[in-house]
Structures are given as C-alpha cells and as structure tokens.
C-alpha cells in the first residue's frame, strides 16, 4: 500500500480507547505516552496512528503489522523463562523517531511511507490460538511501541492470560503512569530502552531523557518485572562516562535489575556508521558491574563475547544459563536459585 492508502486502512481498523483526559472545555489529551498529545479533530497524534472523532479517542485494533514465533531472548528478555517461545508482535507507527530503529519500515512507516506494507486483521482469539498451537509461553507486544496501542495489547494480553501465557511489553520508555497502570492487570514483563543520558541524545529521538527512567522506576513500583536495554550506537552514545551514569542510576534503583548492551548494526538513517566494537561494550559492561549491577549483558555480538551472554549465580559466579545467538542452550536455575549455593536470582522462571 501507498502512505495515503495505508492511513486509511489504519483509520478503518480501530476500536474506542480508554487513555485519554477531558478537559472541562471539551478538550481531548491522549494519556499512552509521555507526548500526551491535544488531540484534535482531523489530525491524529504524534504516533500517527491515534485520533480524535467527534467525541471519541480511536485508537489501533483488529491488526498487526508483523508477528513472529521465535525465542523469547531475541526481545532481550533474559531473566524470563529462557529459551521459552514466545510469539511477538508489532504495529505501525512510533512516538520516537529514532534514526536506527531495527524495525522503520513498520514503526516509521507513516513518515517515510515505506512502500508495500498493509495490515493484517486478526482477533486477540485467533492470535493466542496462534500462540498455543506453536506452543509459545509468552506473547508479547514489540517492534514498534506498544503503549501507542495500548487498548490492542490489553485484549491481547487479557486473552493471553486465560491461556496462562506470560505477557511482556518492549517500550521505548516513552510512556507514563496512567498507561503503565492500565496494562499492569495483564502484563508481567517491562523491557524498557534507555536510549541515552542527555537531553540531547533524546530532542533528536524526539523524547526526553528523564521520561524512561521514571517509567522504569514506576513500572517496578507497580510490579512489572523490568529489564532495561541499551543500544549503544557509535558516535551518538558510546561515551563511557555517558554509559557509566546509566549504570549507576539502575544499580541505585536495584542491582538486581538486568541491563543489556547491545551492539549496533548499521541501518536506516545510520547506515554509513560503523557498528559497535566488541571492546566499548566489554568494557561498559566492566564498569557497570564496578558499580554494583548484578546481571550485564552483551548483544548483537553474539560470537566476540558469548561469555557475556550467559547469566551467573551473583554470589559463586556458576554460568546458570548458557546462551548462543539469542538462543538459551541449557538452564540451570532451580526454583529461582543457583543449584550450587542456593542464591536466589531475580526473574521470572
Ligand atoms: S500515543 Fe503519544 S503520540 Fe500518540 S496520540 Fe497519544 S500522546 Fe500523542
């Protein structure tokens, strides 16, 4: 489909949304993520995809833009049931703009008008359905921001749950409490990017710094089980001591709190860059466990320093689960502890 094309056939596959704010004067603000965008008639949001009708928000359902079967470790989720399948999927339209995004041709897909994508219909039951018949434990929402689409993963993931499925969220962070609480009924799992540390890493994502680690913050308040991210881009932000004020903020919040450092491959509107050496991550790594982080990874470089792939017992250092390439080779965690010392490690097993 042409961009035209493809807005209306998004406009023509939405259902009434639930986070929204009235003002007194008849006023609409949309409440899915940090923009909190004033939504007028004829014009959708920052996202593209969320709009006012009349007196009604509408929003994204009854579609997805891709879904795939695959482990759940290829969302950097480590410490929830390794090796487990899980059934992701993603929609059009973003609230960042993120010049590397892994996943443009959806997220991007309003403002660069990539060219042959349509959605799929399909109901909360048949995806599920889907799910179970390819015996996933997981369902989860990724690839473009899923808050944009709140009420959509919500009957997902309410679906899901009848089924016993785990359900996890990968967020930009760009969201706020008010989505944060309405998804927590049925989500397990947070997975948040912390895009960088400055203002101005994050006016050219088209976000701020300070919103991903307060939602971070409050997803634990709420009881999500959280796991934080990084992609660490040459030239934008690889700086160490950037890399090393995240490192301390999560080891203030909770040492136990995963953090991944993931490689960067060059794409999008970052091509001519060249992807992220073995070394800088190694060593961001290094001094993130200095500073009290129980639980580092490294990324996207799966055979320079598959070492730092595995997780291990915090307090013996046994290797308890071993993986290659996004794939968990053996888990030895029993009851959520280390079989040798008997250590509990933090996640969801
Ligand atoms: S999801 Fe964010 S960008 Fe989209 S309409 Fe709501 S506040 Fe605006």
Redo the contacts with the bound molecule.
Sequence with gaps: METTELVRALEARTAAGDLLQRDADGGMR?T??A???V?TEGRA???GV?FRRGDALRVPFGYVARRYVRPIETNTIYHVRPGAPALTFGMYGC?LRCPYCHNWRISQALREGTAGESPTDITPEALVAEALAAGCAAVVGAYNEPM?TAEWARAIFTEARRHDLVTALVSDGNSTPEALAYMRPVTDVFRVDLKGWSAAQYRVLGGRAETPLACLREARRLGYWVEAVTLVVPGFNDEADGLRQLAGELAAIDPDLPWHLNGFQPRFKMSDRPRTDAMTLVSAAGAAYALGLRHVYVGNLADEVRQLSHTRCPACRRVLVKRANYETLRCDVRDGACPDCGTLVAGLW
């Design positions: 949309c899915a993520c923009h909190r965008c939504l949001g920052a996202c969320r609230d944009i």
